[in-house]
Nanobody, 124 residues
Framework: EVRMVESGGGLVQPGGSLRLSCVAS????????MAWVRQAPGKGLEWVSG????????SYADSVKGRFTISRDNTKKTLYLQMNNLKPEDTAVYYC?????????????????RGQGTQVTVSS
């Protein structure tokens, strides 16, 4: 059974930083590209960032480019999202999800693989 456990969220002031983690189990983590997606209150799911299996290929939504960094540790089966210079519009529940491929491809993102998510609130 595919399982994702996200953590690291919290309340932070604008301009602050957080590091999210996602521990994966139930599948060969190193063989799949991974993604972070988020859902703001009253809005739909938004793709945030993706990373290929080899860690050298990453991509970001324009709204977070230059502020967020995705990374992975295949030995720990863990996905990370370093979020800097946070803005109120980053407030959302953040989820990790797997692709059904080795590279980031929006057509293969498996949103059903998401965990329970971790809440990020950016507010003064």
């Amino acid at each position: 059974e595919v399982r994702m456990v996200e953590s690291g969220g919290g309340l932070v002031q604008p301009g602050g930083s957080l590091r999210l983690s996602c521990v994966a189990s139930g599948f060969a983590f190193s063989n799949y590209a991974m993604a972070w997606v988020r859902q703001a209150p009253g809005k739909g799911l938004e793709w945030v960032s993706g990373i290929n299996t080899g860690r050298v290929g990453t991509s970001y939504a324009d709204s977070v480019k230059g502020r967020f960094t995705i990374s992975r540790d295949n030995t720990k089966k863990t996905l990370y999202l370093q979020m800097n210079n946070l803005k109120p519009e980053d407030t959302a529940v953040y989820y990790c999800a797997k692709y059904a491929s080795t590279v980031v491809n929006r057509l293969t993102l498996d949103l059903g693989s998401r965990g329970q998510g971790t809440q990020v609130t950016v507010s003064s």
